[in-house]
Every structure is written in structure tokens, then in C-alpha cells.
């Protein structure tokens, strides 16, 4: 992939703040990197999905950042879901907290099915995520029982090109 370096101009062509007139596009390379270093391994962001209608549905949601992949839980019954199940492409912003530098991966997402039972491979993987972004649960049967109640599963965001800035 390409590497892309441009001025960034605000409405009407006015020149960017200063100090931010150099924005970085680059999906691999160590400018890569250093974009998805932002992500970390965990964390929060946000999702960005189609609606029906063209216009985007941001969701806030808790995930887990691996090379190429990040992956998150949800429910069936959420909008986004919806939305993916229509039109896979999707975008996850993270932002440092004083929001000086960003980072978005864009690409296609899978979901799992469902969860099903509390031994199906499903569960198996909201467990691996869960413990990855949380740490031990005080129940693993509990929480078993419960991705199997919600009826969740794992969204996963195979990343495809990442954008951002970063000082």
C-alpha cells in the first residue's frame, strides 16, 4: 500500500491549526505502526457502520486490538449488527485522551454465530476476548450462561488500512 502525505485544509480551503498541517495515510511500513500503536491492545473506540440509508451509526464499545484484527462483543439485536449483516465495511476510531493524535482502522467484518451453548466455539471466544480486555471473571459458568442468555457474539474487524495522526 502507498503512503499518502497531504495538507490538510479546513472548510472553504482555509489553512489547517498550526502544528496540525501534516496528516500521515499509511497502512504499513513503521508509520503504520506508529498508527496502530494508538489502539494498544485494548481499549475503547469507535465503530463506525452504514445505516440503510448511507449515513453512519457510531457505537462506543470496548475492544481488543491484535496485528490486522480487532475484535469486539455485542449482541445480535444492535444496529450495528444490522447494519453489518447488510454491509460489512466499517471503521473504528481511537483517539489519545486529549484527543492529540487518532488512529482508524478501516476494513470488513465478520460475526460470529450467536452464542448457542456454553461450550460452543462463540463462547469460547467472547471468554478469550473478555479476559484479554478484563482480566479472570469471578464466574466463568455464570458468564458463560449469560453470553448464551444476550445471545452474543464477536464482531470481528479485519483491518484493511489505517489513517490517522500522530505527533
Not at 32 to 41: A, I, K, M
Not at 61 to 88: F, M, Q
Not at 100 to 105: F, I, L, S, W
Request: glycine letters at 12%; aromatic letters at 6%; a neutral charge.
Amino acid at each position: 500500500m502507498s503512503e499518502r502525505t497531504e495538507r490538510s485544509e479546513g472548510r472553504e480551503g482555509m489553512p489547517g491549526r498550526p502544528g496540525m498541517s501534516e496528516r500521515t495515510e499509511r497502512s504499513e511500513g513503521r508509520e503504520g505502526e506508529r498508527l496502530w500503536g494508538l489502539f494498544g491492545e485494548r481499549g475503547r473506540g469507535v465503530l463506525a457502520t452504514l445505516r440503510r440509508d448511507g449515513r453512519p451509526q457510531l457505537s462506543n464499545l470496548d475492544y481488543l486490538a491484535e496485528p490486522g484484527l480487532i475484535r469486539c462483543s455485542t449482541t445480535g439485536d444492535r444496529a450495528k449488527v444490522r447494519n453489518l449483516r447488510r454491509d460489512p465495511r466499517a471503521s473504528f476510531h481511537v483517539t489519545t485522551a486529549d484527543g492529540g493524535a487518532y488512529a482508524v482502522a478501516e476494513g470488513t467484518v465478520t460475526l460470529t454465530p450467536p452464542a448457542a451453548a456454553t461450550d460452543d466455539a462463540t463462547v469460547d471466544e467472547l471468554v478469550e476476548v473478555y479476559r484479554r480486555i478484563r482480566g479472570e471473571h469471578p464466574d466463568w459458568a455464570d458468564y458463560r450462561a449469560a453470553m448464551v442468555s444476550d445471545g452474543r457474539l464477536v464482531l470481528r474487524l479485519t483491518v484493511e488500512r489505517v489513517y490517522g495522526w500522530r505527533p
